[in-house]
């Protein structure tokens, strides 16, 4: 299983940004993607998660209302999007994607969001 995120930038607060995460290597039907995101001096935090159908989403509060999950489903890969608006510097973070597998945890790279002025 690969993951490979994407799209992490240096933005402007109450500006928007999209990042993706491509996973290949097998099935990804059943499995539920999250995107989690650690801060500089911080543990990692869940960010927002979506089931393999992409009818059931959750997010952290902190980010309930700006940020928008979604994913694009092919027969031995997906690609799972975060849409962020109205960015704030607290966002400043690098998001990892994250998949649920039989029990493991697979991890993406992370990619850097900055929001400053």
């Known amino acids: 299983v690969q993951l490979q995120a994407s799209g992490g930038g240096l933005v402007q607060p109450g500006g928007s940004l999209r990042l993706s995460c491509a996973a290949s290597g097998r099935s990804f039907r059943n499995v539920v993607m999250a995107w989690f995101r650690q801060a500089p001096g911080k543990e990692r935090e869940f960010v927002a998660r979506i089931s393999w159908s992409g009818s059931d989403t959750e997010y952290a509060d902190s980010v309930k209302g700006r940020f928008t999950i979604s994913r694009d489903n092919t027969k031995n890969a997906v690609t799972v999007d975060l849409h962020m608006n109205s960015l704030k510097p607290e966002d400043t973070a690098v998001y990892y994607c994250?998949?649920?597998?039989?029990?493991?945890?697979?991890w993406g790279q992370g990619t850097l969001v900055t929001v400053s002025s």
């Open positions: 994250k998949a649920f597998i039989a029990g493991l945890d697979y």
